[in-house]
């Protein structure tokens, strides 16, 4: 069945970097678009970004020009890089298998920014 498990969160302060890494198995990883969306604290899921079999990529305003999606088919692996983070984007982030978030998840990994 399919299976992602995320990874890579933790508590940063604002400016900083993350990478998120989300391991995929039980499909054919390169054969789907695959995103990410988030959940902050008090607030519903919010779609972050997607990446097409074809490498192209498509990001939320709140995130373009900061988060960069890519993916590794080799290893059935998707990445967020996170970069300039900002409080706001204290959240969950889940892995999906699909576009737009609409899709099987993982449990997410906690990203906390905070000085």
């Known amino acids: 069945q399919v299976q992602l498990v995320e990874s890579g969160g933790g508590l940063v302060q604002p400016g900083g970097s993350l990478r998120l890494s989300c391991v995929a198995s039980?499909?054919?990883?390169?054969?789907?678009?695959m995103g990410w969306v988030r959940q902050r604290p008090g607030r519903g899921l919010e779609w972050v970004a997607d990446?097409?079999?074809?490498?192209?990529?498509t990001y939320a305003n709140s995130v373009k020009g900061r988060f960069t999606i890519s993916r590794d088919n080799a290893k059935n692996t998707l990445y967020l890089q996170m970069d300039t983070l900002k409080s706001e984007d204290t959240a969950v982030y889940y892995c999906?298998?699909?576009?737009?978030?609409?899709?099987?998840r993982g449990k997410g990994t906690l990203v906390t920014v905070s000085s």
């Open positions: 999906v298998k699909g576009s737009r978030g609409i899709g099987s």
């Open positions: 039980g499909f054919t990883f390169d054969a789907y678009a």
């Open positions: 990446i097409y079999i074809n490498d192209a990529t």
